[in-house]
Structure formats: C-alpha cells, structure tokens
C-alpha cells in the first residue's frame, strides 16, 4: 500500500497541482476571514444556522474562529473533489489497470484515499495559517483586540480546530469514496451528493430541526465548527466516527466483491 500512496503523492505533488492548492487555500482565507468579521453578532452561541459572535473573536480562540466557521466549504469541496478522482478512475478504467497489477484491491483504493487525506491535511493546514494572518489583518477594523489570540491557550484552541476540520474533512472524503464506489459514474455520484448534501438537508433541517443532529452533513459541520448549540462536539465526534465507518465499510466490501475488472 505505501507503493500506492507514494505513486499517488506523485500525482497529486506536481508544481501547478502544488499552486492551485496553495491558490485555494488563499482564496478560502479571505472569504472566511471577510464573511466571519462582516456578519459577526454582539451575543449568541457558535450554531449552525447563525454567525460568529464578537466574544468568539475576541477569546483566545479567535484567531482561527474564521478558519473553523468557514471550514464547512472545504469539507464540500474535498467531497466533490473525491467523487470526481475516484468515481473517474472507475469510469475510466483506470483502477481496473492497477487491480491487474495489484490485486489486493483493498489496499488500491485505501491508498489512493491516504493520499488524498495526506494532500488535505497539507491544504487545511495553509488554510488556517492563511486565515489567522489574514484576521490579523481584518480585526482591527472592527475594533476587535487581537492580544488573546497568541496565548499558549490560542495554540491548544487553533491545533484543537486544525484537528475538529481535518475530522470533518476526512469524513466527507469518506463519504465522497462511498458515492464513488457505489456508483463509479462522475456525474451520478456528484448528482446524488450535491443533491443530498446540498438542498435536501438543508431545505428539511429548516423545518425539522432534529436534522441537525443527524444528517450526515450536518453532523460533520458541527464537528468542524468544534461544536455548536444544534449538537455538541462529543457527540458530533461519536455520530460522525459511526457514520464515516459504516460508509468505509460499504466502500471496502463493494470494492472487494464487485467486479471492477470487466
């Protein structure tokens, strides 16, 4: 498996492979440090249907409050991304070419999706490095003192969002390899979770607030934002590990028992 995970890597570590990620980390950094500081409320709790609130940004965690609201996006787009990889390599014939080579099977697709998560861990990284600088420079216009923010306590809080995001972000890529797996069509995959993951639960959670506590979706957005009012992080953490592992076990025994050969 490490062969496949390194061959991977090789793949994915390219110079315009290597930009575009630094570039979309970038991007990532100013829209959530810009939406966070604009929509930011006097008083509340950190939830999922609200913004931020001042007292977030002013604590010892705010430095990186923008990089865990807004981190949702990029949990989406490492889904769509993954269901695109995955699901073409099936279309395409390409995982049926390594398994004649490998045919433990098995190990093709969970280092192809190590890889994945070892590119998104860099991604996520840039990404809260490049918003904690960027609402350096966003929170002084709102009049939100900064000097909290580089505490030991800041540090434990900004590696505590780094780790609730990448869990996030590893539980999407799980779910886009399920879709992946199960459909091996680029377009019906990325039909089915747009549509799930998109208008459907967030069209129902608005009259049926329990959604929030269950939908797939929803749970890893609160598990990204480190918690919210709709669900806790223990039980976020403990909901998303059981629904990632179910939708890992669906991957492996479909890749395991399908013929990907023919």
């Given at each position: 498996?490490?062969?496949?995970?390194?061959?991977?890597?090789?793949?994915?570590?390219?110079?315009?492979?290597?930009?575009?990620?630094?570039?979309?980390?970038?991007?990532?950094?100013?829209i959530a440090s810009l939406a966070v500081f604009?929509?930011?409320?006097?008083?509340?709790?950190?939830?999922?249907?609200?913004?931020?609130?001042?007292?977030?940004?002013?604590?010892?965690?705010?430095?990186?409050?923008?990089?865990?609201?807004?981190?949702?996006?990029?949990?989406?787009?490492?889904?769509?991304?993954?269901?695109?990889?995955?699901?073409?390599?099936?279309?395409?014939?390409?995982?049926?070419?390594?398994?004649?080579?490998?045919?433990?099977?098995?190990?093709?697709?969970?280092?192809?999706?190590?890889?994945?998560?070892?590119?998104?861990?860099?991604?996520?990284?840039?990404?809260?490095?490049?918003?904690?600088?960027?609402?350096?420079?966003?929170?002084?216009?709102?009049?939100?003192p900064t000097t909290d923010w580089f505490s030991?306590?800041?540090?434990?809080?900004?590696?505590?969002?780094?780790?609730?995001?990448?869990?996030?972000?590893?539980?999407?890529?799980?779910?886009?390899?399920?879709?992946?797996?199960?459909?091996?069509?680029?377009?019906?995959?990325?039909?089915?979770?747009?549509?799930?993951?998109g208008p459907f639960e967030n069209i129902v959670?608005?009259?049926?607030?329990?959604?929030?506590?269950?939908?797939?979706?929803?749970?890893?957005?609160?598990?990204?934002?480190?918690?919210?009012?709709?669900?806790?992080?223990?039980?976020?953490?403990?909901?998303?590990?059981?629904?990632?592992?179910?939708?890992?076990?669906?991957?492996?025994?479909?890749?395991?028992?399908?013929?990907?050969?023919?």
């Amino acid at each position: 498996m490490t062969r496949i995970v390194q061959a991977e890597l090789f793949r994915f570590v390219r110079r315009r492979t290597v930009l575009a990620g630094i570039a979309a980390a970038a991007i990532f950094a100013v829209i959530a440090s810009l939406a966070v500081f604009s929509t930011a409320r006097d008083t509340g709790f950190r939830s999922r249907r609200a913004a931020t609130t001042l007292e977030s940004l002013t604590g010892t965690g705010g430095g990186t409050e923008a990089f865990a609201v807004g981190a949702s996006f990029v949990g989406f787009l490492v889904f769509v991304t993954v269901i695109a990889l995955i699901a073409g390599e099936f279309s395409g014939g390409t995982f049926r070419a390594l398994v004649l080579r490998e045919p433990r099977r098995l190990r093709v697709i969970v280092g192809k999706l190590a890889a994945i998560l070892i590119v998104a861990a860099g991604i996520v990284a840039l990404a809260e490095v490049f918003t904690f600088g960027l609402s350096l420079v966003v929170a002084p216009s709102k009049d939100i003192p900064t000097t909290d923010w580089f505490s030991v306590s800041s540090l434990g809080a900004a590696l505590a969002d780094y780790v609730t995001v990448f869990a996030g972000v590893a539980g999407w890529a799980i779910f886009g390899t399920t879709l992946a797996v199960i459909f091996r069509s680029v377009p019906l995959a990325l039909g089915v979770g747009f549509a799930w993951a998109g208008p459907f639960e967030n069209i129902v959670v608005d009259s049926w607030q329990a959604g929030y506590r269950w939908f797939p979706g929803q749970v890893l957005g609160s598990l990204i934002q480190g918690g919210s009012v709709e669900l806790g992080i223990g039980r976020a953490g403990l909901t998303a590990a059981m629904y990632t592992a179910i939708a890992a076990c669906v991957s492996l025994v479909l890749v395991s028992r399908r013929d990907v050969t023919s």
